[in-house]
């Protein structure tokens, strides 16, 4: 069976695969190129030991990838809502929950890094020290989730056609 005959018919049966909306793959690639900009950000910040001097750029950079993942998540759990779970195994359905529990994570974390930045700018004070860790521990965790559900989607792809255990 070739590539394309896959993936017609893992869009057209009922499956795990459930519906993926054709936006998903697009937002991946525009996800990659935020996080990699926000590490190049934090970088130089780093090598001019200047992270107060890269606060603008890094403001607005979180404000996009906050509202990106807004509507990727948004979208992503609207899908797996409308998976037919009978058609899964047990852990494809926990891998179900485990994704969204991360993206929770995420936007919390997200959230409070931009509100922490936000605040800094409107009071000149000094960021906290644990600031630029936390920012890349959270790059790194979002980079590590992509590649985990883009793992699971192919599984869950074939399982689906397949019909699960
Ligand atoms: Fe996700
Ligand atoms: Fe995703």
Known sequence: MDTRSIESHALDAPSCAGTIDPRLEEEHVVFKAAVREIQSELDRAHDSRDIEGERDALLSSL?????LLLGHFSREEKGWSQIDV????????RWIERLVREHRDYLKRVGELT?????TSLSGITLAPEFDGELSALLADLTEHELA???WMQR???EGMLGGD
């Open 63 to 67: 404000v996009r990838l906050r509202s």
């Open 115 to 119: 509100t922490a930045l936000e605040a």
């Open 86 to 93: 009978t058609a899964c195994t047990p852990s494809t359905r």
């Open 149 to 151: 559900e883009e793992r």
């Open 156 to 158: 869950s792809m074939f």
